[in-house]
Nanobody, 125 residues
């Protein structure tokens, strides 16, 4: 089993920045990918960003390209999401997810096996 624990969500003003973190435990990770997804009230869970465990492959949703950066610290089994130039449309619960299939970095939530509990990000105008 794998446990994922997110942290870093809070209330921030539009134009501000936040860094989310997601620590994985319970399994030695050597392959696969980590992803960030978000879900606003009444909406589906949307892809935000994903990174391979090697850090060599990254994907971003069009809505966050140029503003968000995903990174991974393999030594700490932790993935980060640096969010800059936040706007109210970024308000959502942010979830991290893990998938351990080798050589594959997915952008689809159904392809991730493990999920964190989520952390709330609220951007005020």
């Amino acid at each position: 089993q794998v446990q994922l624990v997110e942290a870093g969500g809070r209330l921030v003003r539009a134009g501000g920045s936040l860094r989310l973190s997601c620590a994985a435990s319970g399994r030695t990770v050597s392959s696969g990918a980590m992803g960030w997804f978000r879900q606003a009230p009444g909406k589906e869970r949307d892809f935000v960003a994903a990174v391979s465990w090697s850090g060599g492959v990254t994907y971003y949703a069009d809505s966050v390209k140029g503003r968000f950066t995903i990174s991974i610290d393999n030594a700490k089994n932790t993935v980060y999401l640096q969010m800059n130039s936040l706007n109210p449309e970024d308000t959502a619960v942010y979830y991290c997810a893990a998938d351990f299939r080798p050589h594959y970095t997915s952008t689809y939530p159904d392809e991730y096996d493990y999920w964190g509990q989520g952390t709330q990000v609220t951007v005020s105008s």
